[in-house]
């Protein structure tokens, strides 16, 4: 008899597929999911994955095994839900806003989790200048933000630290400007600049010209990360931008690494108000950030070496 917990994590391990990742999301050894595993494909007699130095592998088997674990939860929590009042019942919509950057890298986890959890919560989902994240919560159309925390938090918000990254200084491999001399030594000023419309980013800009005791030559000044990237890669300036950014921009083989700036404390958080955090469709999704939370840094660091390789 197949028991939901153990196909419940044989669900996370697809969506992960990585021991050590779906161990943490379980709050288990990576013994104990070993065991959990072998327990299935002694029942289901086969092999449902294979276990790689590369990572985990779903097998045929594994996929079909994967498609009925889905819809067997799915059943469940629907009967669970029509029985009693406990979390499964939680219904309604949650509006998150974020970047689309963060839509990539952090809503998919976070959505595998909740239907898991909660799969009559509907998620809504708005992309947008993440400068402009912060202030999306004044609002009443939005209930989360995935935000840059800034350097002074404001005291109504209540956040998750989800990854810290560096941010890195960018240039274009083909620049429609002069620059005959390396950029490590150049003089920035003289050279065109893409600079971030406003945000936690431009903050981190200034002060990385503060630091340099110079100003920047401004070619534009943009809003979007993304669109950062994409201006640096066509030519027309150089650019800070997170790391995260550059490395699932489809222009990063336009551009080059000059240099990671000296501080490496750009916070990206998951931020909700204070006084709605006690809504019980509030508080289960901060409750799952706080649980997730840490298997985010791994997996990014996994996705920067598939991407480099």
């Given at each position: ?117 909660a799969p009559n919560l509907e998620i809504k989902l708005e992309t947008g200048d993440p400068a402009e994240a912060l202030d999306k919560l004044e ?171």
């Amino acid at each position: 008899m197949i028991d939901l917990k153990d196909a419940a994590t044989f669900l996370r391990l697809c969506e992960t597929a990585n021991l050590t990742r779906t161990a943490a999301l379980c709050n288990v050894s990576p013994s104990t999911l070993s065991r959990t595993l072998n327990k299935l494909e002694g029942i289901l007699h086969t092999k449902l994955c294979l276990r790689e130095k590369k990572g985990v592998f779903i097998t045929e088997a594994g996929h079909k095994f994967e498609s009925f674990a889905r819809k067997a939860l799915n059943e469940y929590a629907e009967l669970e839900a029509s029985l009693n009042n406990t979390v499964q019942s939680i219904s309604g919509i949650v509006k998150i806003y974020c970047s689309v950057t963060a839509s990539y890298l952090f809503i998919p986890r976070l959505l595998n989790e909740l239907h898991l959890i909660a799969p009559n919560l509907e998620i809504k989902l708005e992309t947008g200048d993440p400068a402009e994240a912060l202030d999306k919560l004044e609002g009443e159309d939005i209930d989360f933000v995935i935000s840059a925390l800034p350097n002074e938090i404001p005291d109504n918000i209540k956040y998750v630290d989800l990854v810290t990254f560096p941010l890195i200084l960018i240039s274009p491999k083909k620049p429609l400007f002069s620059c005959e001399t390396d950029l490590n030594s150049f003089d920035l000023s003289e050279v065109p600049f893409v600079m971030p419309e406003k945000g936690q980013l431009r903050n981190e800009v200034d002060k990385f010209f503060h630091s340099l005791e110079s100003p920047p030559h401004i070619y534009s000044e943009v809003a979007g990360h993304e669109a950062i990237v994409s201006l640096t890669a066509l030519g027309f300036g150089i650019s800070v931008v997170p790391r995260l950014v550059y490395d699932i921009s489809p222009f990063k083989n336009d551009v080059y690494v000059v240099k990671e700036l000296p501080w490496s404390n750009f916070r990206v958080a998951l931020c909700c108000l204070k006084n709605r955090a006690k809504l019980r469709s509030v508080k289960i999704i901060h409750d799952l950030a706080l649980r997730v939370a840490p298997s985010f840094t791994p997996d990014l660091t996994r996705r920067r070496t598939d991407l480099s390789s």
